[in-house]
């Protein structure tokens, strides 16, 4: 329960911080650049200028951290499941988060080159045992970036939970 609670104050100051500036540029992508499961809601961002910083608590849970890097930039992935209004405890989100050196114009990763990315899978819902954030280690992504257009094709699995999204397919800006 207190991994629970510890990963929902995590992500909610995380999430209050983003800014649209021109630095810190922030966007999504619409849905029929992006492939997402049905019955949800799936963003894309590219967050420039920053970095992440992974980090684990005293129970050895990760979370990150991110920073001003004028040499990186984050790229998060975010599936919302939609909830009938009125249920209690039938949130569920899984992200997919990495960074990505702003230089890079095309990549080729596969199981632990993820990790070059610090590529992490978070699991928000309650369900007992399985919140939190894992490091991707299983799959392979190719990445390229031409002008400020890119395309990201991203499979992966990660054995330690169940999971709704293992593929990404996105265009975006």
Known sequence: ??????????????????????????????????????NGVCTIEIIKNKGLIIK??????IYYQTEDNINYSIV?????????????????????????????SDLELTDLELQNTKMLFGKHCFCKGQAGYYLIVK???????????YNLVLNFIVPEVSQRVNTIKASFK
């Open 1 to 38: 329960m207190i991994k629970i609670i510890f990963t929902l104050i995590i992500t909610l100051l995380f999430s209050c911080n983003s800014i649209k500036t021109k630095e810190n540029k922030l966007e999504e992508t619409n849905k029929s650049n992006l492939s997402c499961p049905e």
């Open 76 to 104: 998060k992935y975010s599936y919302t499941k939609k909830t009938e209004k009125g249920l209690q405890d039938d949130n569920y989100i899984e992200e997919i988060i990495f960074q990505l050196q702003n230089s890079d």
């Open 56 to 61: 684990r608590d005293e129970i050895n849970s």
């Open 139 to 149: 799959g392979n992504m190719n990445f390229n970036k031409k002008k400020e257009e």
